[in-house]
Structures are given as structure tokens and as C-alpha cells.
T-cell receptor, first 115, second 115 residues
Framework: SAVISQKPSRDICQRGTSLTIQCQVD?????MFWYRQQPGQSLTLIAT?????????ESGFVIDKFPISRPNLTFSTLTVSNMSPEDSSIYLC????????????FGPGTRLTVL | AQTVTQSQPEMSVQEAETVTLSCTYD???????LFWYKQPPSRQMILVIR????KQQNATENRFSVNFQKAAKSFSLKISDSQLGDTAMYFC????????????WGAGTKLIIKP
């Protein structure tokens, strides 16, 4: 298993500002994922972040809006840029474990509210 | 397109009862993995149980077991002797075996255990 922490756990932000969410893992992992979970909804994958390469974004998500960094095998950041109220969601970091079948482990999430 | 359907938006049972959450999926793949995740009010997404499609035997984890019907593309979760701590959102997820590890998620079922 992997222990994942996220900072901040929650934040309230003003429209037009940006917020960077940090994800720290207690072990080295190859693949990290960022998800968005809108209120009462299931998870939507934003992007996959591998160390040493550009993040791969899913349809509907672009790098200018959600820039991601992956400087090493234990850390990643997701920035939500130029925020609007529609960005109010829980943002979850996830990593791929090394067991079979490579199950995903999740961080506690960041609850973002945009006013 | 591959989809996961959870037809029960919300369920509630009395403590100590047994409850079954339904999940169906649609895929043309023959080899894949299925997962049940639990998300309590704390937001932490926790893996409850997983099933490899090539295994005929249903997976069990203590009070949690699945009824995997591959031909029917059904993957229900049974919780025996339910406890107050089982109150959570439950998500069914699917992943093809040769995928890039992306999970396809159901919409979730809100389970409430009443004292």
C-alpha cells in the first residue's frame, strides 16, 4: 500500500485566482493520477502524471487550466488556474501501487470552494 | 464504449443486516479487473475488494464479498453484518487488463447504516 497526503485539505478561493494542491507519497511510485469529484458525483480523471515527462490530460482538461508538476517519484502538484465557481470540487491524488493488479491508492482529497 | 452502471443511488439498512449493492458493466474485453471502493464522509477513497475477471471464485474480504457473474457482466457487493462505520459512498470501478491503468467509475451508491 501507499500513504498519500494532500495539502491543503480544503480552501475557499476567490474567482480568478489560482490554487496549487500538493500530493506527497511515502514511497516512490511511477504513475500518479489527479481526479476531480464534483459535488455528489463520481470521479473524473483530469490527467496522468509520470515522473520525467509531460502529464497526459483527459478530454475536457487542458494544461493551461490545470498545470501539473511531477518533479520526482514521491511528489506532484496540481494547479487550478483562473478559478471560477464551476471549479468547486474535491480534487484527489491517486497513485498506482506495485501489487497485483496495480490497484490505485488515494489521498484524502482537497475540498475547493470558489466564490 | 466501456461503462459502469450502479442503479441504486441510495440505500439504507439497519445495523447488523446484510445489504447488496449492484453494479453492471459493459465491455467487449475478456480480461479485466473490477473493484469496489468506499468513500466515507472523511472523503478518503478506500479499496474494499477487487476481482480478476479470469478468476471464477468470488472474492471475499471479511464481511465483504462479491457476486461476480461474468456472462451477465454483473459485479455486486454484499456486506454482511453491516456496521455504522460502513456508512459511505460505494463506487464500482472497472479496468481492462491491458489498459494504461485508468479506471472507469460508476456513479456511486450512498449507503446509510441506521442504528
Amino acid at each position: 500500500s501507499a500513504v498519500i497526503s494532500q495539502k491543503p485539505s480544503r480552501d475557499i478561493c476567490q474567482r480568478g485566482t489560482s490554487l496549487t494542491i500538493q500530493c506527497q507519497v511515502d514511497s516512490q511510485v511511477t504513475m500518479m493520477f489527479w481526479y476531480r469529484q464534483q459535488p455528489g458525483q463520481s470521479l473524473t480523471l483530469i490527467a496522468t502524471a509520470n515522473q520525467g515527462s509531460e502529464a497526459t490530460y483527459e478530454s475536457g482538461f487542458v494544461i493551461d487550466k490545470f498545470p501539473i508538476s511531477r518533479p520526482n517519484l514521491t511528489f506532484s502538484t496540481l494547479t487550478v488556474s483562473n478559478m471560477s465557481p464551476e471549479d468547486s470540487s474535491i480534487y484527489l491524488c491517486s497513485v498506482l501501487g506495485t501489487g497485483s493488479p496495480n490497484e490505485q491508492f488515494f489521498g484524502p482529497g482537497t475540498r475547493l470552494t470558489v466564490l | 464504449a466501456q461503462t459502469v452502471t450502479q442503479s441504486q443511488p441510495e440505500m439504507s439498512v439497519q445495523e447488523a443486516e446484510t445489504v447488496t449493492l449492484s453494479c453492471t458493466y459493459d465491455t467487449s474485453e475478456s480480461n479485466y479487473y473490477l473493484f469496489w471502493y468506499k468513500q466515507p464522509p472523511s472523503r478518503q477513497m478506500i479499496l474494499v475488494i477487487r476481482q480478476e475477471a479470469y478468476k471464477q471464485q468470488n472474492a471475499t474480504e471479511n464481511r465483504f464479498s462479491v457476486n461476480f457473474q461474468k456472462a451477465a457482466k454483473s459485479f455486486s457487493l454484499k456486506i454482511s453484518d453491516s456496521q455504522l462505520g460502513d456508512t459511505a459512498m460505494y463506487f464500482c470501478a472497472f479496468r481492462p487488463m491491458d489498459s494504461n491503468y485508468q479506471l472507469i467509475w460508476g456513479a456511486g451508491t450512498k449507503l446509510i447504516i441506521k442504528p
